[in-house]
C-alpha cells in the first residue's frame, strides 16, 4: 500500500486523504459524497485557488485566461477533453484573469492563454499560448514525471 495521498473535493473544498491505488476508483469525497474527480476543469480564484495548489498531493494544472480572449475560447474545448484524460493523476483548474487579477499579478501572467502546472504547491513547468488536447496532454505529461 503506498503513502496516502491528500486530495481537495473540487465540490466543497475538503481535503481528502486516500491511498494512491485508489483514484482510479471514482473515490467520493468524505464530507460532501460528491465524485472527487469529474472529468471537468474547476473554475477557482483566491483562497480556492491556494488550497487546491498547496493542498493537493497531485499535480495541478491551471489554465490562465481571460473570457475576451479568441485563443482562450479556442483552447477551451481542448483543455475540457484533457481533462477527462488527465484525471485522476492531476487536478485541473482555470482561472479567469479578469476576475482574479490578483493571482494573475502574483504569478506574472503577461499572456493568456498559460498554462502553469504546479506539483507540491511550486511552479515547476509553465507554456504560453494555445494549444490542442494531444500536445496539452503530452506536455503535462512530460513535465509532471520530470518533477515528479
Same mark, same amino acid.
Given at each position: 500500500m503506498s503513502d496516502p495521498l491528500h486530495i481537495v473535493c473540487p465540490h466543497c473544498?475538503?481535503?481528502n486523504r486516500m491511498a494512491g491505488e485508489r483514484l482510479a476508483d471514482n473515490p467520493v469525497c468524505g464530507k460532501c459524497t460528491q465524485e472527487l474527480f469529474t472529468g471537468k476543469p474547476l473554475d477557482v480564484a483566491g483562497t480556492r485557488f491556494d488550497k487546491h495548489v498547496a493542498r493537493n498531493d497531485i499535480p495541478v494544472l491551471v489554465d490562465?485566461?481571460?473570457p475576451w480572449c479568441g485563443p482562450c475560447r479556442a483552447m477551451?474545448?481542448?483543455y475540457q477533453q484533457a481533462a477527462g484524460r488527465?484525471?485522476?493523476q492531476i487536478?485541473?483548474?482555470k482561472v479567469d484573469t479578469e476576475a482574479a487579477q490578483d493571482? =494573475? *499579478?502574483r504569478f506574472g501572467i503577461r499572456?493568456?492563454?498559460t498554462l502553469a502546472l504546479f506539483q507540491g504547491g511550486r511552479e515547476v513547468a509553465r507554456q504560453a499560448g494555445a494549444m490542442d488536447a494531444g500536445s496539452l496532454v503530452a506536455w503535462v505529461q512530460s513535465h509532471a514525471? =520530470? *518533477?515528479a
Amino acid at each position: 500500500m503506498s503513502d496516502p495521498l491528500h486530495i481537495v473535493c473540487p465540490h466543497c473544498d475538503a481535503v481528502n486523504r486516500m491511498a494512491g491505488e485508489r483514484l482510479a476508483d471514482n473515490p467520493v469525497c468524505g464530507k460532501c459524497t460528491q465524485e472527487l474527480f469529474t472529468g471537468k476543469p474547476l473554475d477557482v480564484a483566491g483562497t480556492r485557488f491556494d488550497k487546491h495548489v498547496a493542498r493537493n498531493d497531485i499535480p495541478v494544472l491551471v489554465d490562465f485566461w481571460a473570457p475576451w480572449c479568441g485563443p482562450c475560447r479556442a483552447m477551451a474545448p481542448a483543455y475540457q477533453q484533457a481533462a477527462g484524460r488527465l484525471e485522476p493523476q492531476i487536478r485541473l483548474l482555470k482561472v479567469d484573469t479578469e476576475a482574479a487579477q490578483d493571482l =494573475a *499579478a502574483r504569478f506574472g501572467i503577461r499572456s493568456i492563454p498559460t498554462l502553469a502546472l504546479f506539483q507540491g504547491g511550486r511552479e515547476v513547468a509553465r507554456q504560453a499560448g494555445a494549444m490542442d488536447a494531444g500536445s496539452l496532454v503530452a506536455w503535462v505529461q512530460s513535465h509532471a514525471r =520530470a *518533477a515528479a
